[in-house]
């Protein structure tokens, strides 16, 4: 079947350090990648996205970077501050089945 | 305003029970989802609609019934609950059903005594 993401791993990151997340993907037929970001008791919510035609994308704070030769993705998010904590999960699609699947995610937490 | 409702937040219930729960979306999107997050935060498709039309249904058991009466409501029946239903289910909504970002709501989460 296919396989987004690893099972839930935790990365604790210093308050003002970088962090970055990674999610590897196996359908090499997908042609959309997102982050969402999780909070606890909350839905998912986007946070960016990047399509197979790119490998970086920036918004704010946040950038994604696609490997699609080893189907890789990670996010970076710049000075994490504790706001930042949640689960953080990637996502992929592909056009011609219309549906986005979701990798396993990772729960951020920020140490002070 | 919230962008996608649903309801209730909770809820509990015994084995053998029928349940709806009920989502609604603002944002004039056509097409709306539901998703099941199990006790590991795993989400999984179950349904998806594009303008009131079943376009996805991801093997799911058919006591799951979707309704979607317009465009903007989609509602989730659930027959005959078991204990391994209980997990928390998402409704969400994007513009057309061509991958633009999804929107959820804030889940229901409901326990199967």
């Known amino acids: 079947g296919e396989s987004v993401g690893l099972h839930l791993p935790t990365l604790s990151v210093q308050e003002g350090d970088n962090s970055i997340i990674n999610c590897a993907y196996s359908?090499?037929?997908?042609?959309?990648f997102i982050w969402y970001k999780q909070e606890s008791g909350k839905g998912p919510q986007f946070i960016i996205d990047i399509r197979s035609n790119m490998d970086k994308r920036q918004g704010q704070r946040v950038t994604v970077l696609l490997n699609k030769t080893v189907k890789h993705l990670s996010l970076q998010i710049a000075a994490t501050q504790p706001g930042d904590s949640a689960v953080y999960f990637c996502?992929?699609?592909?056009?011609?089945?219309?549906?986005?699947?979701f990798g396993s995610g990772t729960r951020l937490s920020i140490r002070p | 305003d919230t962008a996608v409702s649903q309801t209730p937040k909770y809820l509990v219930t015994q084995m053998g029970n029928d349940k709806s729960i009920k989502c609604e979306q603002n944002?004039?999107?056509?097409?709306m989802y539901w998703y099941k997050q199990d006790s590991k935060k795993f989400l999984k498709i179950m349904f998806s609609?594009?303008?009131?039309?079943?376009?996805i249904n991801e093997t799911v058991p058919n006591r799951f019934s979707p309704k979607s009466p317009d465009k903007a409501h989609l509602n989730l029946h659930i027959n005959s609950l078991e204990l391994g239903d209980s997990a928390v289910y998402f409704c969400?909504?994007?513009?057309?059903?061509?991958?633009?970002?999804?929107?959820f709501g804030s889940g229901t989460q409901l326990s199967v005594l």
């Open positions: 944002l004039g999107h056509d097409t």
């Open positions: 609609y594009n303008n009131k039309e079943l376009i």
């Open positions: 359908n090499s037929a997908s042609d959309y």
């Open positions: 969400a909504s994007s513009r057309d059903t061509t991958n633009e970002k999804l929107f």
């Open positions: 996502a992929e699609g592909y056009s011609s089945a219309s549906k986005i699947i």
